[in-house]
């Protein structure tokens, strides 16, 4: 009940793409949906965020959409950049716990 | 504005021998995680802390690991006796507010065991 499920595990997109990462959870008590970006050899950093009380957010080109009903999230990247190549990794929490549960991530590759 | 700092940035250990890593939280925050990357896997939560307190340590092995967050200095994750098993990037996060706050992630401490 605990875990989130991330796919696919590898994305291969052309410059000027979109790519879309796909999460579901089960805990209806999540709350909270970060999306981290991590390169090689460096700490995550937070993307972008979305609570339940919303279906959609969107900053700059990155966009999550939100499905309470079917427990699911997704990120998309709108016309994807060769910088834009990195795992991502959706993650979840509850208010009452601050742990994140993370995905198992996706590595993004860009191609010129 | 100074982010979350860890040293060291990679740290070599026999085994056996303790590992002791560092974490400074973004100026003000006063809560800590504690998370570890295993190579080709995802971030796994090891523990929560505030200033002198542990909040919920459920991802901490039973033995051998140990967190401390002290009133003054740097929150601490140490790991006694270690093992090859133990050779993971081992990455702080910080935040504000806890609960489902914003957590902001240091670079990391990658820990090699031999």
């Known amino acids: 009940q605990q875990q989130v499920k991330q796919s696919p595990q590898s994305l291969i997109v052309q410059k000027g793409g979109i790519s879309i990462i796909n999460c579901a959870y089960e805990?209806?008590?999540?709350?909270?949906f970060p999306w981290y970006q991590q390169f090689p050899g460096k700490g995550p950093a937070l993307l972008i965020a979305?609570?339940?009380?919303?279906s959609e957010k969107k900053e700059g080109r990155f966009t999550i959409s939100f499905n309470k009903s079917a427990k699911q999230f997704s990120l998309h990247i709108m016309d994807s950049q060769p910088g834009d190549s990195a795992t991502y990794f959706c993650a979840a929490t509850s208010s009452n716990t601050g742990k994140l549960i993370f995905g198992q991530g996706t590595t993004l590759q860009v191609k010129p | 504005n100074a982010g979350v700092m860890q040293n060291p940035r990679h740290l070599v250990r026999r085994r056996g021998q303790e590992a002791r890593l560092r974490c400074s939280p973004v100026?003000?925050?006063?809560?800590v995680y504690w998370y570890r990357q295993l190579p080709e896997e995802g971030l796994k939560f090891m523990v929560y802390l505030q200033k002198e307190n542990i909040i919920d340590e459920s991802g901490m092995p039973k033995e051998r690991f140990s967190a401390e967050f002290p009133k003054e200095g740097p929150s601490i994750l140490r790991i006694q006796q270690v093992v090859r098993g133990d050779s993971a990037a081992y990455f702080c996060a910080s935040s504000p507010l806890g609960g489902d706050g914003e957590q902001y992630f240091g670079p990391g401490t990658r820990l090699t065991v031999t």
């Open positions: 805990n209806t008590a999540f709350d909270y």
């Open positions: 100026k003000g925050h006063s809560h």
């Open positions: 979305i609570r339940p009380d919303v």
